[in-house]
């Protein structure tokens, strides 16, 4: 949440700066965590562990939200796409998944800044 965009504004920045900035904090922690969470033995933990995720992820849209000016399901899931893609960048450096992802994300951000000013009129 540090880093969070803290105006509609700011989501460029943070779309740019995350991905990489997540690699260099995260990188080592985030392999160790697939391989154990990927194992028959620890799938029960993992998926609790991913319950908590979901009520974060949550907490977060909802706090973002008034920030945003955008609905919190939308940014949850938005969140959903923009984590997963940094998680992938992070543990197999894959500059183009990373950017198809991100693109998707712009893409709806202007479809919903689209949709927001048809409304309007």
Excluded: W
């Amino acid at each position: 949440m540090a880093k969070a965009p803290i105006s509609f504004e700011d989501i460029k920045r943070f779309l740019n700066e995350m991905p990489y900035l997540t690699a260099k904090l995260h990188g080592k922690k985030y392999r160790f965590m697939y391989q154990v969470y990927s194992s028959p033995k620890y799938r029960e933990q993992g998926k609790e562990f991913f319950k908590g995720v979901n009520v974060r992820y949550k907490e977060y849209a909802n706090e973002l939200s008034n920030k945003l000016g955008m609905p919190a399901d939308y940014i949850q899931g938005m969140t959903y796409i923009f984590v997963r893609a940094c998680v992938h960048y992070t543990l197999f450096e894959d500059e183009e998944y990373l950017n198809l992802q991100l693109n998707a994300i712009r893409t709806s951000l202007k479809a919903y800044i689209k949709e927001k000013k048809e409304e309007r009129k």
